[in-house]
């Protein structure tokens, strides 16, 4: 049984940092690509920022700039270093991994909550 665990996730000032953090556990192969969803309240759930394998990243245009996503392939653990938050950024993070081999997989964390309030 795959499961994400994310931690990392707390209050923070407006023009703060946080970094969250997603390791999993119980998978016997690489994960193609791992990232990051948001969802704030009464808002769909949107993509932050994912990594493939190959270390290509992609951003959402929102943080574009402001965060960065990185990972440890050996570890398929996941990072998002967050800097210059803003309120806007308050909203659960979710951790995701995706791929198509060796067979078709989409596994999701429980989140972690960011608030950013002063």
């Known amino acids: 049984q795959v499961q994400l665990v994310e931690s990392g996730g707390d209050l923070a000032q407006p023009g703060g940092s946080l970094r969250l953090s997603c390791v999993a556990s119980?998978?016997?192969?690489?994960?193609?690509?791992m990232g990051w969803s948001r969802q704030a309240p009464g808002k769909q759930r949107e993509s932050v920022a994912f990594?493939?394998?190959?270390?290509?990243?992609n951003y959402g245009v929102s943080v574009k700039g402001r965060f960065t996503v990185s990972r440890d392939t050996a570890k398929n653990a996941v990072y998002l270093q967050m800097d210059n938050l803003k309120p806007e950024d308050t909203a659960v993070y979710f951790c995701r991994a995706w791929g198509i081999v060796p067979h078709e997989y989409d596994y999701w964390g429980q989140g972690t909550q960011v608030t950013v309030s002063s």
């Open positions: 119980g998978s016997t192969f690489t994960f193609q690509d």
């Open positions: 990594i493939s394998d190959d270390g290509s990243a």
